[in-house]
């Protein structure tokens, strides 16, 4: 029991805090939040949320038979790269685009918004190498094994982590008085940090191949 406990919190702590700094998921269901309501918000972190259990899980895969393969996480990072330039352009012109207009109240499809955290969820292709190197560094100390048990629970707490944080999100954008600042914004907002995620991502392909020649 006190294997999992340990297991449980040393996961669901990690994942929290991978999410903590500010990301494309993370700022668009603050953003999802602030225009649509915050039961949209967090329909929109659930289904963020779960495909995170899935990539967690995909992650222990991978941390299986990655010493075999390195090239695997070099294919995700070039991926991510292609896939975050594009979200930097979007972004940007939506924030071109976007006018002044008398706030109002309009129906939104909540199922609108938990499959558009699935997709960007989805997208981000961080998570995985990130708990690759969790389960790794978790079987190092001995924490998890390659078995159901151990892998159910790290899963799990890998999503419930990452909700937790996007609901912190969520509640704390909502209550901001000047939402209208942030609403207006978050467009470029958005387009920045993806340029960031693509000059990081870009550094560690390069360390990836200087280490490799």
Not at 193 to 207: D, E, G, K, Q, S
């Amino acid at each position: 029991m006190t294997h999992a406990v340990i297991l449980f919190f040393a996961t669901f702590s990690a994942a929290s805090m991978g999410v903590m700094l500010p990301g494309l998921v993370n700022m668009t269901a603050a953003k999802t939040s602030a225009l649509k309501g915050r039961i949209n918000g967090i329909l929109f972190s659930v289904g963020a949320s779960l495909i995170v259990i899935g990539q967690a899980y995909i992650g222990v895969l991978v941390s299986k038979y990655l010493y075999r393969n390195p090239h695997i996480i070099d294919t995700l990072l070039k991926v991510a790269v292609i896939v975050f330039t594009f979200f930097a352009i979007y972004f940007f012109m939506i924030g071109r685009k976007r006018k002044e207009k008398k706030i109002r109240s309009v129906y939104v499809s909540k199922r609108k918004s938990f499959f558009k955290g699935m997709l960007l969820s989805s997208v981000n292709l961080l998570p995985i190498p990130y708990f690759c190197g969790l389960n790794a560094a978790w079987n190092v100390s001995g924490w998890i094994k390659f078995q159901v048990t151990d892998i159910l629970i790290f899963i799990l707490a890998a999503g419930l982590g990452t909700f937790a944080t996007l609901y912190i999100y969520v509640v704390y954008f909502n209550k901001m008085q000047g939402k209208g600042r942030f609403t207006k914004y978050s467009d470029y907002i958005l387009s920045g940090l993806m340029l960031v995620l693509v000059i990081i991502t870009l550094i560690r392909i390069f360390y990836s191949e200087f280490e490799v020649g």
